[in-house]
T-cell receptor, first 115, second 113 residues
Framework: DTGVSQDPRHKITKRGQNVTFRCDPI?????LYWYRQTLGQGPEFLTY????????KSRLLSDRFSAERPKGSFSTLEIQRTEQGDSAMYLC?????????????FGQGTRLTVV | GDSVTQMEGPVTLSEEAFLTINCTYT??????LFWYVQYPGEGLQLLLK?????DKGSNKGFEATYRKETTSFHLEKGSVQVSDSAVYFC????????????FGKGTKLSVIP
């Protein structure tokens, strides 16, 4: 198993454009999480999926953000009409529950720069 | 709401020095506590964890003890190496629902030979 994979690793986009990121979790993991990390801060929770169901969304997740996990495997995070304040590292994590007891494995992240 | 406060960095130590990174938390209920480490260019990795009061998590020479009375989970290592240079994040998780993690801001450690 290669761990959690995220693509792309870096994305530079112009303000107002839409962007989509992909996360491939560890294959048997049923939970998938998205976090956002800005410079000098710790990761902040955005949303999570239990299999294909999106069960919780943070208030940080404005209506310009949408996440999907259509078959309970990979997930996508789309940001519409990007703003400079969206510039951050977007982290994906996965875990196996309940056996994993909440231990989350993180990908290397997608760094978004909005210019 | 839940929160984690950890000591401001950066921290610079000489090789073989003793390391302490302070972490305190505010949470409802009985959280599980974690230390994650992020090496340059890599993703977050779980370093150690403790799930109940007085538990001690340990890994790679690092230790942290869950102190409910002081709401703390300080990270310690007796003798740091250059390879320990990284950013360290304290985190907590409460409840049996989402298992979402609440992180501190991170402490950057640089170890010089």
């Amino acid at each position: 198993d290669t761990g959690v994979s995220q693509d792309p690793r870096h994305k530079i986009t112009k303000r107002g454009q839409n962007v989509t990121f992909r996360c491939d979790p560890i294959s048997e993991h049923n939970r998938l999480y998205w976090y956002r990390q800005t410079l000098g801060q710790g990761p902040e929770f955005l949303t999570y999926f239990q299999n294909e169901a999106q069960l919780e969304k943070s208030r940080l997740l404005s209506d310009r953000f949408s996440a999907e996990r259509p078959k309970g495997s990979f997930s996508t995070l789309e940001i519409q009409r990007t703003e400079q304040g969206d510039s951050a590292m977007y982290l994906c994590a996965s875990s196996l529950e309940p056996r994993g007891r909440g231990e989350a494995f993180f990908g290397q992240g997608t760094r978004l720069t909005v210019v | 709401g839940d929160s984690v406060t950890q000591m401001e960095g950066p921290v610079t130590l000489s090789e073989e020095a003793f390391l302490t990174i302070n972490c305190t938390y505010t949470a409802t209920g009985y959280p599980s506590l974690f230390w994650y480490v992020q090496y340059p260019g890599e993703g977050l990795q779980l370093l150690l964890k403790a799930t109940k009061a007085d538990d001690k998590g340990s890994n790679k020479g690092f230790e942290a003890t869950y102190r409910k009375e002081t709401t703390s989970f300080h990270l310690e290592k007796g003798s740091v190496q250059v390879s320990d240079s990284a950013v360290y994040f304290c985190a907590l998780r409460t409840g049996a629902g989402s298992y979402q993690l609440t992180f501190g801001k991170g402490t950057k450690l640089s170890v010089i030979p």
